[in-house]
């Protein structure tokens, strides 16, 4: 059965020569089994969003089986807005993310609006990361004020996942990326309170490995029409695979 992984990082790895280009990133996911998956640049969430989304999309032409996220870096906003026109409308770009450099800091609203606004004609889902409550927060009132798009909470708020998962019943159009904490108990909560249908899954390799993170659905002992929606069949749709092939 196929597997995709919806959320991959390009450099960003403490051991040098890890993670530093797609070719490098589809030998280590094929490896673990992983056939394909959205990869963002580190780069360009933490330096340079224009070279490093740029850097991105060159390596992706040279492999077919690997797609992107143009990162928004909200420091940035006119390198990002740029960013986004330039590559959102590509058919290998599948979402954005919105960072404001530190991941561990709530996306700030009037900062976020100007790029939202730019990604509304692209139709694409809108990545955050959530490694806490305080993003979820954040990332619950972008999502109801900004009812157009579809958002995914990287990480489904680390070990504050219980506060990811009443995010995502209290808006219809938040999905749950399911890396982040290693806790077993909160795919199958997650499937309980919104169904598994609103559930992706993504490693955040290199920062975990794929393996670890593919482990803990299948250790959630969760039903196999789950697990194969969990970590193909949701991304296919939301991302509109269908259309690339």
Same mark, same amino acid.
């Given at each position: ?26 030998? $280590? ?19 340079? &969003?224009?070279? !490093? ?14 797609? !992107? ?18 590559? $959102?409308?590509? =058919? ?5 993310l919105l960072t404001s450099g ?28 959530? &490694? ?11 999502? =109801? ?15 504050d996942w219980r506060t990811g ?20 108990? =909160?795919? &199958? ?5 919104i169904g598994s249908h609103r559930?992706?899954? !993504?490693?955040?390799? &290199? ?33 509109? $695979?269908?259309?690339?092939?």
């Amino acid at each position: 059965m196929p597997i995709f992984d919806c959320h991959v990082r390009m450099e960003g790895n403490s051991l040098p020569g890890i993670n530093q280009n797609v070719s490098q990133i589809t030998q $280590l996911l094929a490896d673990r089994g992983i056939d394909n998956a959205i990869i963002l640049s580190a780069r360009a969430a933490q330096v340079d &969003p224009t070279s !490093g989304n740029r850097i991105l999309k060159s390596m992706l032409e040279q492999d077919s089986g690997m797609f !992107g996220c143009v990162v928004a870096q909200l420091s940035r906003v006119d390198a990002s807005i740029q960013a986004v026109r330039e590559l $959102l409308g590509q =058919k290998r770009f599948l979402s954005v993310l919105l960072t404001s450099g530190n991941p561990n800091e709530p996306v700030h609203p009037l900062l976020a609006d100007e790029v939202l606004n730019a990604c509304r004609r692209f139709q694409k889902p809108v990545f955050l990361q959530t &490694p806490n409550a305080a993003c979820v927060e954040a990332a619950l009132h972008l999502a =109801k004020t900004y009812n157009m798009h579809k958002f995914v909470l990287l990480g489904m708020g680390g070990h504050d996942w219980r506060t990811g998962i009443a995010a995502a019943h209290q808006s219809v159009n938040i999905f749950l990326e399911a890396s982040g904490a290693l806790d077993r108990a =909160k795919i &199958p909560a997650a499937i309980e309170v919104i169904g598994s249908h609103r559930v992706l899954f !993504g490693s955040s390799m &290199p920062h975990i490995d794929p393996i670890a993170a593919l482990g803990l659905i299948k250790d959630s002992n969760i039903l196999p029409g789950d697990f194969r929606r969990i970590t193909h069949d949701n991304a296919y749709k939301l991302f509109n $695979l269908a259309e690339l092939e």
